[in-house]
């Protein structure tokens, strides 16, 4: 028997082939040069959808980016719920983990963090309709660190959203750096982020 698709999960469906032809797009053209119209014809679909899921073209890529950071934290995630204390082993790990997330685009998805930064910076109006947005990201990164930090029985030793807030600013400056100056930044930046950290 074939499975019926509710609306709810052909509204996902569509959110999601959108967000996929959306990473593709701002990836290979830049977050300015890319149109909506770019990535509705790469989903398949009409720029309306667009429109009915994300509403401008700041949402979408917010959207795309807070995805990606998603990504990113699930993996680390991952490493810290396994491990009782965060040693030189256990950054070694998150570090290759990190490093290899970035192998495929990862310079170009940094990049573009720049670029949309840019843009935020040079259009207050738009800064302004997403400022919403980017305090719930920083919201949800600090209560994932938050969780973290109580899962390993430490302590933060800033606040947590202080903390999401330096995550957020520095990460794709890491990947940037990494690859530009050809350095490995991964493992000594991990090393400044646990200095937060005040392990049991």
Same mark, same amino acid.
């Given at each position: ?14 959110? %999601?082939? +959108? ?16 149109? +909506?119209?770019?990535?509705? =014809?790469?989903?398949? @679909? ?14 979408? @890529? ?18 810290? &719920? %396994? ?7 256990? +950054? ?6 990190? #490093? #290899?997330?970035?192998?495929? #685009? *990862? ?8 670029? @949309?930064?840019? =843009?935020?910076?040079?259009? $207050?109006? &738009? #800064?302004?309709?997403? &400022?919403?947005?980017?305090?719930? &990201? ?5 209560? @994932? ?7 390993? *029985?430490?302590?933060?030793?800033? $606040? ?25 930044? =991964?493992? $000594?930046? +991990?090393?400044? =982020? ?5 392990? $049991?």
């Amino acid at each position: 028997m074939v499975e019926r698709w509710t609306r709810e999960r052909r509204r996902d469906h569509t959110r %999601s082939l +959108l967000l996929d032809a959306a990473e593709e797009v701002f990836a290979e053209k830049g977050f300015t040069q890319a149109t +909506l119209d770019d990535i509705a =014809y790469a989903a398949g @679909f009409t720029k309306g959808a667009i429109y009915k899921h994300f509403g401008t073209k700041e949402e979408l @890529f917010l959207a795309v980016h807070e995805r990606h950071w998603r990504r990113y934290f699930d993996t680390f995630a991952e490493v810290v &719920a %396994s491990v009782a204390e965060l040693g030189s082993r256990e +950054l070694d790990e998150i570090a290759q983990r990190w #490093r #290899r997330l970035t192998r495929d #685009r *990862g310079a170009e998805r940094a990049a573009l963090g720049h670029e @949309f930064t840019l =843009y935020l910076l040079r259009n $207050p109006e &738009a #800064r302004e309709r997403v &400022a919403a947005r980017r305090r719930e &990201a920083v919201e949800s990164l600090a209560g @994932f660190i938050e969780e973290g930090i109580d899962r390993i *029985g430490a302590t933060l030793l800033i $606040p947590a959203s202080t903390f999401a807030h330096v995550l957020i600013a520095t990460t794709d400056s890491v990947v940037l750096g990494s690859r530009l100056d050809d350095v490995d930044l =991964y493992r $000594p930046v +991990l090393e400044m =982020y646990v200095s937060v950290v005040k392990l $049991p």
